[in-house]
């Protein structure tokens, strides 16, 4: 039991300092983003400044420090944002539980191409009529310019996905079609 007295003691700093940062995240007081953003930038600083103080786990609370700065412009909007998954699990739970809902209605054993090209309407249409009853006013677009550009983001997946069947059809006529377009407008007629 007296070997591992000084093996806890050298580690108990880092422990401490990441069963802080899970207390924070958790958020039991309800606070909002940026207060917790706050105290978390503080815990983050009082980590860097203790550095030579955590022993052999300072080179894990290092590896800490940067993914939660590669992570740290989009880690505190769950607590400002009503329902939005907090991890990435939840995340991942959420587009599990779409495409089974969409491989299901449609009898395919794998999710429907359509669900790749037209994601970013899909998902979240399937992921809100599952908590929300919506009316046909509900379903009118407000803001004509923002849906024409979505129409002309999906279009241009569509363009995408037909040029590559049409390669994966006849590769040689495909290229040659594009090699003419290339020449015809680069060479004077």
């Known amino acids: 039991m007296q070997a591992t007295a000084p093996l806890w003691d050298d580690v108990r700093p880092a422990y401490a ?4 940062a899970a207390h924070l995240l958790a958020n039991h007081d309800e606070q909002p983003g940026a207060a ?9 600083a009082t980590m860097a400044e203790q550095h030579d103080n955590l022993g052999s786990l300072a080179t894990a609370v290092d ?3 940067k993914v939660t700065t590669s992570y740290h412009p989009g880690l505190f909007h769950c607590y400002d944002v ?4 907090r991890t990435n699990n939840d995340l991942e739970h959420l587009f599990g539980a779409t495409r089974y809902q969409e491989r299901r209605a449609t ?4 999710a429907s191409p359509t669900l790749v090209v037209r994601g970013a309407v899909r998902v979240v249409a399937a992921v809100l009529s599952r908590t929300h009853s919506f009316t046909a006013a509900d379903l009118e677009p407000g803001d004509g310019k923002q849906w024409r550009a979505l129409r002309a983001a999906i279009d241009e997946r569509h363009a995408t996905r037909r040029a590559q069947r ?4 006849d590769p040689a006529a495909y290229l040659a079609a594009l090699e003419k377009l290339l020449l015809t407008g680069i060479l004077p007629s």
């Open 36 to 44: 917790i953003q706050a105290a978390y930038d503080q815990l983050l």
């Open 107 to 110: 009898g395919r054993k794998v």
């Open 166 to 169: 049409r390669f994966r059809r």
């Open 82 to 85: 009503p329902d939005l998954p």
């Open 63 to 65: 590896h800490f420090l």
């Open 17 to 20: 300092l990441v069963h802080q």
